[in-house]
């Protein structure tokens, strides 16, 4: 499967603190099932002392090339 872009269209559950560190998180996804358009995650954020700090559980996003274009500008930025 070639990388596309995934805009998330639902999440099942999310449970999380209500500050995030400012050091950042690492975030850890386990993909449950997937298709060719499609993928379900459970995703767990991770602070710097390896405590979830945050959960989603069933994330679902769509996996389609023909967003390349509309996601082409997209960058992350860090926080501060």
Known sequence: ???A???????VTA????VF??????VI???????EHRA???????DGA????ARMTDYECVIDTSLNQAFRGN???AGG
């Open 5 to 11: 872009p995934s805009p998330a269209p639902r999440a």
């Open 75 to 77: 960058q992350l930025v």
């Open 21 to 26: 560190p400012a050091q950042g998180v690492r």
């Open 50 to 53: 390896g405590k979830i700090i």
């Open 29 to 35: 996804a386990r993909v449950t099932n997937k298709s």
């Open 40 to 46: 379900l995650a459970d995703l767990e954020f991770v």
């Open 15 to 18: 449970s999380y603190r209500p």
């Open 1 to 3: 499967m070639a990388p």
